[in-house]
């Protein structure tokens, strides 16, 4: 579009933004249309150099598709790796 995030926020109705984000949903444009064409096309080499009885792959096996970081517990996930290495650790009299 060629305009920064806030200009948008400033022209665009709320009617055209939904608009694009069905579009996005139906046809994705953007940094996840490029992910699926790197997708296909690795899957398009991967599969055409196989080897004889080889597990053909589809696009979606290439490429991670990217999610939203979950929200992470952090005094949780110390404490597991506190009780893992305490498990681990040998005493000494």
Known sequence: MG???RELGRLLTSEELTEFMALDLVEPFGQRRMDDCFRLLAALI???NLAGGAKVLMPGDFLKVWEPPVERDLKAEAEA?????QKRVRRQS
Request: no cysteine.
């Open 3 to 5: 305009r920064t995030p």
């Open 46 to 48: 991967y599969n055409s």
């Open 81 to 85: 790796i506190y009780q893992y290495f």
